[in-house]
């Protein structure tokens, strides 16, 4: 988890940085990110699916 905090804080200062200097961030579009984040989503469905199925949660 503390990865994932200093990766975004990392995120952050960059951006502001980009604001700052008034450059372009070469970051990929807003729906190409959410675009990985459904693809992060659906990969975790099925063992998910896996897990409460073998628990016997219905």
Known sequence: MKA???SLAAG?????LYS???VKSPAPPAVALVGLLG???GEH??????????SGIH
């Not at 952050?12 to 502001?16: F, H, Q, R």
């Not at 469905?45 to 409460?52: A, D, G, H, S």
């Open 45 to 54: 469905v099925i063992p998910l699916v896996r897990t409460w199925l073998t």
């Open 4 to 6: 994932y905090v200093l």
């Open 20 to 22: 700052v200097m008034e």
């Open 39 to 41: 693809m992060l989503g």
């Open 12 to 16: 952050v200062v960059v951006g502001l």
